[in-house]
């Protein structure tokens, strides 16, 4: 009896340490950005550009599927998001831009 009490109480001061320290990281959130081709064939481009309530549904749909709560932002990616390795980007119009979706917990 005694020694299943320390147990449980060993495990006390573990669960209420470890609870603050979850809370914090889900309070700080997860974000990763997500880099689509505008032309997927899905036709979700038209509705990510031009934003509103279609943009923010397919937006938050496309983070659902992909284990995230919903999305933070979306829209047309700036160049350097996608050719930030390359010293010289060949300029491209904004209708070949790919789209980006960032999704958070």
């Known amino acids: 009896m005694r020694r299943t009490l320390a147990v449980l109480s060993v495990l006390g001061v573990l ?3 470890a609870v603050p320290a979850l809370a914090a990281s889900q309070a700080a959130g997860v974000e990763k ?6 032309s997927d064939g899905y ?6 550009t031009t934003g509103g309530e279609c943009g923010q549904v397919v937006a ?3 983070c659902e599927s992909q284990g995230y709560a919903k999305s933070a932002s979306y829209g047309i990616a700036a160049q350097d998001e996608y050719t930030g390795a390359i010293e ?3 300029a491209v119009k904004t209708s070949d ?3 980006r979706i960032t999704c958070r917990d």
């Open 60 to 62: 938050d749909a496309w």
């Open 15 to 17: 669960v209420s340490a």
């Open 43 to 48: 036709g979700v481009a038209e509705c990510l």
């Open 33 to 38: 950005t997500f880099l689509i081709p505008s």
């Open 88 to 90: 010289a980007a060949p």
């Open 97 to 99: 831009r790919p789209i």
